[in-house]
Structure formats: C-alpha cells, structure tokens
C-alpha cells in the first residue's frame, strides 16, 4: 500500500455532473483535480469530450491536454502520470481529486495493476496490427482476433480497434483479455482512496446527455471539428472511441445531415454511460450519491460529510 494523504475519487456516466462537484469539493478541501478520462488527454478535443474550461479551472487541473489527437495513449501511462500528479500535488499540502468516467483509468491509478509490457505505448507488435487493420479493415482484425482468441474476441466489440490491438498484444505476452479482465475484481488497492460515485436515473441522465449535445452544437462543437481536421488530425478524431467527432466529420464529409450526427452522439453516448454504470456497480467501495436532482449543494455537503468521516476513520487506523 502506498502511504500518504487518501485520494478522492469523484466517478460516474457522463453528464452526472462529476466535474462540478469535483471542482467544489477541490475548493472546499484545498484541492487540485487530476482527470482521469481518456478523451480529455487530447489537445483541441475540448468542447466534445466535455473538457472543463480553461476560465472555470479555479484551482489547478491536470490529465488534460497531454497529447495529439491520434497520438498513442494508455492506461498503463495514465498510471504513472496519475500517480506522480499525486504524490506533487500531496507534497504541496493539497488533496488530489480523482475525476473522470474511464473506469480502467480509475482503477489504474488507483489499484496496484500491473501492465504487460503489450500495453506499453510504442511497441512494433501494436504497430503491425495497427497496420494490417488499416489494410484490411476492422472486421477482418476482429475476425483474426477470434480464429486466435476466441473468448476474447467475444467481449470486444468489433469496431473498438483500440480492444482487439490490446487483445493481440496480451496474446503475445503470454496471457488473454478475457483473463486479465476476470482478474480485475482481485487487484489490490495500493493508493489510499475514499470513492464517491454519482448515480442518476436513466430517463433524467437521457435528458441530461441530450441537453449536454444540443449545448455542445451551440458552443462550437462543428468549428471544433473543422479546426481538428486543418489541423491534420482527421485519423485521430474519427476513431472509433470519439464520440462526438466522427460524427461531425461524417456530416462535414456530406455523409450525413448535422441533424443526423447530433442524434447518432446523443445515442452512442447513451450507450457509453450505460457501459459506464455497468463498469461503476461493479466496484463495492463506491459510495453512491443521489444526483438525480442536480444540487450541487446538496451534492457537496453529502459528499463532504462521508469524506470527513472516511478521514476520520483512517487517522484513527493509523493511530
């Protein structure tokens, strides 16, 4: 177990309000944010990825910004940068708030998971199937994946490219997907952490995920794009995980109408946060909060009191 101040974690499906409350709870403890989301380390994938304004980042923010769109990134790398952003942000004297939805990149920073070097970014085996899914299409990398490794190839989705590449790399280090992922449930812990999720009714988190894309079209999600494309990262936002992006590029491609694209985000984003609960539940040290109706004060005073009473408790265990 890694000694020091516990981290607070601040988890739950996009649009439950995790940034707000993370925020307030920054302000409330003397805290910095570290985000762990796996869209958020791009630069220029700001208004899409819901990505906190540089403006409203009244105490310091990292995980954000980190790399190009297209850019390489991992679990296995957010690991050691979120846990050098803790071990800084404790020796000033802060508290670190863990924010985001990307479950394995919580779990990462967090639990005492090791990577196999095939999870390592910048390895010839993830540039050869990176190139033969190119060649010959996602179907046909899925379709190798399932003559090699069937139960693996069962638990991914065709179209995550990112998944089926992770799954050949484990191939090659001795193990599988589906045996790394029946192993998560037994990691240890090693980062003392308090985890608070947000939990939100389905029909209102419909409403709320919606609502966040409509506002998402209104504040420049299209210029965005257009930006992100002169910018030579087409490769990079029309990935399979970049929601939000593919479909603008598919509308700006002539495709599809913009109507059309702002329902298709409003759908795979339903989707994702319905993966995301599934994920969430799973994890019994949760500590669930009703968000249901979005007061962020009400939000706050619960979440201060069980991290108050968690702080209580671990001094005196340490005592």
């Not at 139960?151 to 989705?157: D, G, H, L, M, R």
């Not at 059309?260 to 599934?278: C, D, G, L, N, P």
Request: proline share 4%; net charge neutral.
């Amino acid at each position: 177990m890694i000694s020091g101040t516990s981290v607070i974690a601040v988890v739950g499906p996009t649009a439950s309000g995790k940034t707000d409350l993370a925020l307030r709870i920054a302000l409330a403890k003397g805290g910095e944010v570290v985000s762990a989301d796996s869209m958020q380390v791009y630069r220029g994938m700001d208004i899409g990825t819901g990505k906190i304004p540089v403006a409203e980042r009244t105490v310091p923010h990292f995980g954000l910004d980190l790399v190009d769109p297209g850019e390489p990134y991992s679990a296995a790398l957010f690991q050691s940068y979120a846990r050098r952003c803790f071990k800084d942000i404790h020796a000033r004297g802060k508290r670190a708030i863990l924010c985001g939805g990307t479950g394995f990149y919580v779990r990462a920073a967090i639990d005492g998971y090791e990577f196999p070097k095939g999870e390592q970014v910048g390895n010839s085996i993830r540039d050869t199937y990176h190139a033969f899914a190119q060649a010959n299409g996602t179907q046909a990398l899925w379709e190798a994946l399932h003559k090699a490794d069937p139960e693996s190839a069962a638990i991914i989705p065709p179209a995550d490219v990112k998944r089926v590449i992770r799954a050949f790399e484990l191939l090659e280090d001795g193990t599988s997907y589906a045996q790394q992922r029946e192993r998560l449930s037994s990691i240890p812990q090693v980062v003392p952490c308090v985890f608070l999720g947000l939990k939100v009714e389905p029909d209102i988190l419909r409403r709320r995920i919606d609502q966040r894309v409509d506002a998402m079209f209104e504040a420049g999600l299209v210029e965005e794009v257009r930006s992100l494309l002169d910018g030579g990262f087409r490769q990079g936002i029309t990935a399979p995980q970049a929601i939000g992006y593919k479909e603008v590029v598919a509308a700006l491609d002539g495709e599809i109408t913009l109507d059309e694209a702002k329902e298709r985000i409003k759908v795979s984003t339903r989707r994702y946060a319905k993966r995301q609960r599934t994920w969430f539940r799973k994890d019994s040290r949760i500590i669930w909060l009703d968000a249901d109706s979005g007061d962020l004060e009400e939000l706050e005073r619960q979440a201060l009191a069980v991290i108050d009473s968690t702080d209580n408790a671990f001094s005196v265990s340490v005592h």
